[in-house]
């Protein structure tokens, strides 16, 4: 498929790229539905193991929703739109595969959700994060309000949703919002090197993995230990373990395909 608003690279790691750098990469109506294809095609290909989402140019990661295009728009259009948004949000958090944010610059609003969506994020030192959404009289939509006290606690989050501060890539750092911080010119290299570790290892597990951590720490312990052991039954019927083991006793590195 052809994209204009976003790139895609397909590989064993997947990258996906907000395209729309003289806009800050601010989320167009364009821009979510060439989203929700990108994360579709990357999700449905047995060759991608893992995918990276980040965006061109080194002013912004993406700034939120477009407000321009918003201006006039009337109500049943802004409705719509907000429909497509929380499709393109939800693709995001509910990516079955491994998917990782690389930050360049500002990540507000619903960028700074598309970030929180992720598994983690790694930062360049010029990035900054926020959720200012209460300062137009709205809230964050794009699962702010509960991602953010998922990754950083409840109270720290709501002093940042309620004033909608933003925060340097350095603070964010301390908060557990971020992995990493590098300087900009290292922010794709270090975070492909990390890529690198988690594509080497079986597709499957890695999905399971996923799946095991993201649904477990919103159950109690017992439940959340049989879910852990689905998921690990899940990995047990595959080719991929049989050839993990072989590999092992082998003295080689495994081939994993995925199935």
Do not use: W
């Amino acid at each position: 498929m052809e994209y204009e608003t976003i790139k895609v690279q397909v590989g064993k790691t997947g990258i996906i790229s907000f395209n729309r750098p003289r806009a800050m990469n601010a989320l167009s109506t364009q821009m979510a539905r060439e989203l929700l294809a990108a994360l579709a095609e990357l999700e449905q290909d047995d060759a991608v193991f893992a995918a990276v989402l980040t965006a061109e140019g080194d002013r912004a990661f993406c700034v939120g929703a477009d407000l321009k295009e918003r201006k006039n728009m009337s109500k049943e259009e802004m409705k719509k739109q907000r429909e497509l948004f929380v499709k393109a949000f939800t693709a995001v958090t509910m990516f079955k595969k491994p998917l990782v944010a690389a930050v360049n610059g500002f990540a507000l609003g619903g960028g700074c959700e598309f970030a929180l969506g992720c598994d983690f994020i790694i930062a360049s030192e010029n990035a900054s994060f926020g959720l200012p959404e209460v300062g137009l009289a709205i809230i964050p939509g794009g699962g702010g309000t509960q991602l953010l006290p998922r990754v950083i606690g409840r109270n720290k989050a709501k002093e940042l949703i309620f004033t909608g501060r933003r925060i340097s890539a350095t603070e964010a750092a301390q908060l557990g919002l971020v992995n990493y911080v590098v300087p900009p010119e290292q922010l794709m290299t270090r975070t492909m090197e990390i890529m690198e570790e988690i594509v080497k290892n079986g597709p499957i597990a890695l999905q399971q993995a996923k799946r095991a951590v993201n649904l477990g720490v919103e159950l109690d312990l017992h439940t959340a230990l049989a879910l852990e052991a689905e998921c690990y039954n899940v990995c047990l019927a595959t080719e991929d373990r049989d050839e993990g083991l072989r590999a092992f006793n082998e003295k080689r590195k495994p081939v994993y395909r995925g199935r």
